[in-house]
T-cell receptor
Framework: SQKIEQNSEALNIQEGKTATLTCNYTNYSPAYLQWYRQDPGRGPVFLLLIRENEKEKRKERLKVTFDTTLKQSLFHITASQPADSATYLCALASGTYKYIFGTGTRLKV | NAGVTQTPKFQVLKTGQSMTLQCAQDMNHNSMYWYRQDPGMGLRLIYYSASEGTTDKGEVPNGYNVSRLNKREFSLRLESAAPSQTSVYFC???????????FGSGTRLTVV
């Protein structure tokens, strides 16, 4: 069955350093991959979308890579700030409408 | 502010009771979704509506029904609530289904 794996352990990063979060998937060939941020008690907030034919996407201090050979996406936050502390979710879809979400990784800066 | 509005924010039900969760968006999005989020399980798709007038099952549809009332509104109904339906429910919308989703703030439902 399709499976998305995100590190369930919290990631602790020193302020100013680059945080790198990993999203691995199996038994799946996604065409789209998204990253969301979720704060406690709130709904997820969309950050970035990357397509299967794109290797990298950037937005301000955020960078996402998508390696369809390794079946992996990396999410980087440069110059981390305490305000970046949250849970980050990845989501994948092979077509439209049916995104599958990972369980998320909690980041603490 | 534009976005997705969910009501109620909190609800406690007794086993066997019914209720409807309401969701409305004012961004003129075509696609709407209902997810549930449980600890350690991530977000799971219950039902979605690709466009006004259509609805389809997601990953965990059993025990739920939906209605796409119009382009703005998408409701989720629990006909006979069970403790296994205790969860946080999120409604989301997107322009066509491929782009980033806009989520509501969630409904925390407890079934006792």
């Amino acid at each position: 069955s399709q499976k998305i794996e995100q590190n369930s352990e919290a990631l602790n990063i020193q302020e100013g350093k680059t945080a790198t979060l990993t999203c691995n998937y199996t038994n799946y060939s996604p065409a789209y991959l998204q990253w969301y941020r979720q704060d406690p008690g709130r709904g997820p907030v969309f950050l970035l979308l990357i397509r299967e034919n794109e290797k990298e996407k950037r937005k301000e201090r955020l960078k996402v890579t998508f390696d369809t050979t390794l079946k992996q996406s990396l999410f980087h936050i440069t110059a981390s700030q305490p305000a970046d502390s949250a849970t980050y979710l990845c989501a994948l879809a092979s077509g439209t409408y049916k995104y599958i979400f990972g369980t998320g990784t909690r980041l603490k800066v | 502010n534009a976005g997705v509005t969910q009501t109620p924010k909190f609800q406690v039900l007794k086993t066997g009771q019914s209720m409807t969760l309401q969701c409305a968006q004012d961004m003129n999005h075509n696609s709407m979704y209902w997810y549930r989020q449980d600890p350690g399980m991530g977000l799971r798709l219950i039902y979605y509506s690709a466009s006004e007038g259509t609805t389809d099952k997601g990953e965990v549809p059993n025990g739920y029904n939906v209605s796409r009332l119009n382009k703005r509104e998408f409701s989720l109904r629990l006909e006979s609530a069970a403790p296994s339906q205790t969860s946080v429910y999120f409604c989301a919308s997107s322009v066509t289904g491929r782009e980033g989703y806009t989520f509501g703030s969630g409904t925390r439902l407890t079934v006792v």
